[in-house]
């Protein structure tokens, strides 16, 4: 019974210590994930991972380990964790978090801090970068009206033969430069032949009347012939050198020179059906009209020459446009691309087209080496006027950051973009409304730099030093 009894006390022994070893194998448990949590909330999410899978390994631990061994490791690892800076600072309670209050005005002084480039003078040099005191100036007022480019009508011609003929040879192509007095092209010309005919008869005939004028003279002084003999061989000798200076002319009418007509008396086997067609001026060979073989009349036009070194621009002016425009006037000719051509207004004429309701100021100028050529079409902007603006700068000045106007104004060796609002401007100047003052200094050369060094700061730390 005693061995009964002690096996009982034994069972019951055993019984209650593996209830409490269990029991205080849960208790660890609940311990180290309390550990865990804390630990969680005070290292912030970024850390949750790593520590939900350290949990997990302590979990599956050696279930020998001690329990003062557990808690000591969850103590130094929540310390560790609290001892890393933090961006937010825990409050009295444990939990809440309080931001820091940023100082007044803060925000602004960095956006002006990254708004701007400092430069001192040295780099200012370096980078081109030029300033100027804003001020007043005059605004000129222009009127834009379209034009066209036309040749010049003091220098083209329409080139015709004097005589028909048959072409023989054509010299000169389109597009060709000539000379003054080249020969272009070749006709063989019965008619023309017919008149140098006629010039040398008439040549012959004036010498045999002058022959026997002399020998009247002699015989009439010597009291031999009459003096009705000797009149009428003077009057042979007046109608002779008439009807040779009526030929003549005829030939130089017909654009030979006097050399040539007094050479065809000295050349027997000159040919007379020869005709040439030269250049009247020098210029360029615009248009050809005939071709090898072709019969013409003198009617016809075979060349149009033209001297491009002088052009036409004729401007479109609306009947209102008249009593602003007059001659002697500045006009900027602009080609779209961005360098304009400037002359003066010549003339306005003095009516308006029935068919256009139109007048026209020309502009007589260079082809400024033929930029301007015939039949372009052209913006014209005249200076009618001038006005003054408050505030007046180069339009170079001006720069477009993130989509407004700005001017870069120095302040020190800062310079800061601002934003600007414009009004009345021409190919040079351009007024200022508002965002710069009459006596601010502003950069007028190489805004572009600082507007590059802005950009560049942007895409990287947000500061331009």
């Keep these: 019974m005693r061995r009964i009894a002690l096996f009982t006390v034994l069972a019951i022994f055993a019984a209650v210590f593996a209830i409490g070893l269990w029991q205080f194998r849960a208790t660890h448990t609940a311990q180290r994930w309390t550990s865990l949590a804390v630990e969680t909330a005070i290292s912030g999410v970024g850390g949750t991972q790593a520590i939900l899978t350290e949990g997990y390994q302590a979990q599956t631990s050696d279930a020998d380990a001690g329990s003062s061994s557990a808690r000591g490791d969850i103590h130094a690892r929540v310390a560790t964790s609290q001892d890393e800076p933090h961006e937010h600072s825990n409050g009295a309670d444990g939990g809440q978090h309080m931001e820091q209050p940023k100082p007044e005005g803060a925000g602004e002084e960095r956006e002006r801090h990254e708004e701007s480039v400092q430069l001192a003078p040295a780099q200012m040099r370096e980078f081109g970068i030029e300033v100027a005191v804003a001020s007043q100036g005059q605004i000129a007022v222009h009127l834009e009206r379209p034009a066209e480019v036309k040749f010049s009508g003091d220098r083209l011609v329409h080139v015709v033969p004097r005589v028909g003929g048959v072409v023989t040879q054509v010299i000169v192509s389109q597009g060709q430069p000539v000379a003054e007095d080249a020969v272009m092209a070749v006709l063989n010309s019965r008619e023309l032949a017919e008149l140098e005919a006629v010039y040398l008869a008439h040549f012959e005939r004036r010498n045999l009347a002058r022959d026997t004028f002399e020998r009247e003279n002699r015989l009439w002084e010597k009291k031999i012939s009459s003096e009705k003999d000797y009149l009428d061989a003077k009057t042979a000798l007046a109608e002779a050198e008439i009807a040779l200076r009526a030929s003549g002319q005829k030939l130089l009418a017909l654009g030979f020179s006097q050399q040539y007509v007094d050479s065809l008396t000295s050349s027997k086997d000159a040919d007379l059906t020869k005709y040439e067609i030269r250049a009247p001026i020098a210029g360029t060979v615009i248009e050809r009209h005939i071709s090898l ?9 075979t060349f149009l020459i033209a001297d491009t070194s002088t052009v036409w621009v004729d401007v479109t002016l609306y009947p209102r ?10 006009v900027s000719i602009d080609l779209g691309e961005g360098n304009p051509i400037q002359g003066k207004v010549a003339f306005v004429t003095p ?3 029935e068919e256009t309701r139109t007048a026209v100021a020309r502009v007589i100028n260079g082809s400024v080496g033929g930029r301007l050529k015939p039949g372009m079409f052209v913006k014209a902007s005249i200076e009618v006027g001038q006005e003054t603006a408050g505030v007046r700068i180069p ?16 302040e020190g060796e800062k310079f800061e973009p601002r934003p600007v609002r414009l009004g009345r401007e ?7 409304v508002s965002g710069v003052s009459a006596g601010e200094t502003y950069v007028t050369e190489g805004s572009f730099t600082l507007k590059a060094e802005l950009e560049k700061a942007s895409f990287g730390d947000g500061h331009n030093h």
């Design 426 to 432: 021409n190919s040079q100047y351009v007024e200022v």
């Design 351 to 353: 009516h308006v087209s």
């Design 395 to 410: 339009k170079s000045a001006v720069q477009n950051y993130k989509n407004s106007a700005v001017v870069f104004v120095q």
């Design 321 to 330: 446009d008249m009593s602003l425009v007059h001659a002697g006037q500045n």
């Design 293 to 301: 073989g072709e019969a013409v009349s003198a009617e016809k036009e």
